[in-house]
């Protein structure tokens, strides 16, 4: 019994070492994915997300903006407002996530605001109308 102590324990070690070592997905990837930060899958808590994550991709050196817009479906009084969060990587891309989303998505290069809105949505749906809010667009910046 004790000389199969040592052939398992060098599995396990083995083991151990390589799991260290195993491909995972991008610090930026899993900050924007972690099902814990504040208002992540939560209706109506788009901004509670965007903090959140505008803190801690900070903390990492990662810095982007918030993006604001208001929308209304057309022909209908359903209207609101959402925040996005879109970040830049030293690799030069471009990456955009909200709170309705499990994961963030890469933005095509010199993308307009206005592309990565409905970049975001990646369905279709009903006509809508989407205002860009400016003011708070030009202080968002982190």
Known sequence: MSKSIPPILVCVVACIALSAFSVAEPLHYRLASDPSLRG??????????????????????????L?????????????????????????????IVDNEIPHPRPVPVDSSPMQMVFLLSNTQSAPVEVELQERLNRLSYF
């Open 40 to 65: 992540k899958s939560k209706d109506g808590q788009c901004m509670d997300y965007a903090i959140a994550l505008s803190s801690r991709l900070t903390a990492h050196g990662i810095h982007g903006r």
């Open 67 to 95: 993006i604001f817009y208001r929308w209304h479906i057309t022909n209908s009084d359903i209207r609101g407002s959402h925040v996005f969060v879109v970040y830049h990587l030293p690799d030069n891309t471009e990456w």
